[in-house]
């Protein structure tokens, strides 16, 4: 298994919040007649904007030089990145177009971002900047107790 280079990693971030600011964009649209839902998926799809912007600026500060201890924190990235719900018959993209109700919304957005989650940690091991990604988790903890709080809301 060939490992990631940091630069892809940090790539690989930036891709994540791009497919994370359209799934809720277009569950947002999907679900409009709801202003509570759209609320909801309009604030996670800005903030996967201000992720995406911040990965970015990320990717020109760390350089090319593979952190020490590079060759684990890369082996763990990639298996993440190559598991079922990025590249499998279940991934983010494919998921999507299968989402026909509210609950299917919420939980997929709740795995997203359990998914990316376990990413950024790989990530903030691997760089120095570990305050920048120490931020991004915190906001993707967020979104994980919102997206619950609302699916509880909405099994009452």
Known sequence: MENFSILEVIEQAVQTERIGCNFYTSMAEKFRDDEKLVRLFTTLAD?????????TEL????GSDEPEG????SLYL???VESEFFLGKDKA???MQNIHSIKEAVDFAMRF????????FGIRDA???KEVVDEIINEEKSHIRWLAE???????
């Open 47 to 55: 903030k996967e904007r201000i992720h995406e912007k911040i990965f």
């Open 59 to 62: 990717k020109g500060i760390i």
């Open 70 to 73: 590079w060759d684990e924190a």
């Open 78 to 80: 990639r298996a993440i």
């Open 93 to 95: 993209l494919v998921s």
């Open 113 to 120: 971002e359990k998914e990316t989650l376990l990413y950024y």
């Open 127 to 129: 760089v120095k900047q």
């Open 150 to 156: 609302f699916k509880s809301a909405l099994v009452k």
